[in-house]
């Protein structure tokens, strides 16, 4: 009797065991039943307070169960809603390109033409730099800013622009 009362224990310990081992695994499911087993064997083995204390785990592992199930959910949740988010930027951004685009195209040849004269002008202004030519590059920047005032608003507005290059020219003018 009293080795079949020993065996009973070492099989509810190793049920134990068993379940903890499932448990970091995360396989609460599995590790609740290996628990249910184990209580099991220590209610015929009399341990009423083993007993109660497994059953407290099994509770506290039923209650991380939903707490899981619901954190996953939001996760998943927040998720969605921050790829919609990023979705409608995405939409936005090409929406606006479309519009630069068309807008492009409404563009007089005349304007086109400066535009282009302005883009070349850069690619030298950038040659130059590295150069060191200094007085060229300030030069090339103010007929550059001459071009852009030239343009009306109404079909370009080249503000910002102007003021980076304003912004560069003064950095520049130290330098010669």
């Known amino acids: 009797m009293h080795r079949h ?7 509810a310990e190793k049920l134990e065991n068993q379940s903890k081992e ?4 995360k396989n609460y499911t599995i590790a609740i039943s290996l628990l249910n087993e184990a209580k099991e064997v220590y209610k015929q083995l009399g341990y009423g ?17 939903v707490f899981e199930k ?29 519009k630069k685009i068309e807008s492009l195209k409404e563009i007089p040849p005349q304007i ?11 690619e030298k202004v950038e040659k130059e730099l590295k150069l ?6 300030k030069g090339r920047y103010e007929y550059i800013i001459e071009l852009y005032k030239s343009i009306p608003k109404s079909i370009l507005n080249s503000s910002f622009e102007i003021l980076e290059i304003e912004r560069i020219l003064s950095s520049l003018g130290d330098k010669k």
């Open 5 to 11: 009362h020993d065996n009973l224990e070492e099989e």
């Open 22 to 25: 499932e448990f970091n695994k």
């Open 49 to 65: 307070g083993k007993v109660g204390i497994i059953q407290k785990q099994i509770s506290q592992m039923k209650n991380l169960m």
């Open 70 to 98: 619901q954190n996953k959910y939001l996760k998943t949740k927040n998720e969605a809603q921050f790829q919609q988010r990023v979705d409608k930027v995405l939409t936005e951004k090409k929406r606006y390109e479309n």
């Open 112 to 122: 086109k033409g400066k535009l282009e004269k302005i883009n070349l002008l850069k």
């Open 132 to 137: 060191g030519r200094i007085e060229r590059v």
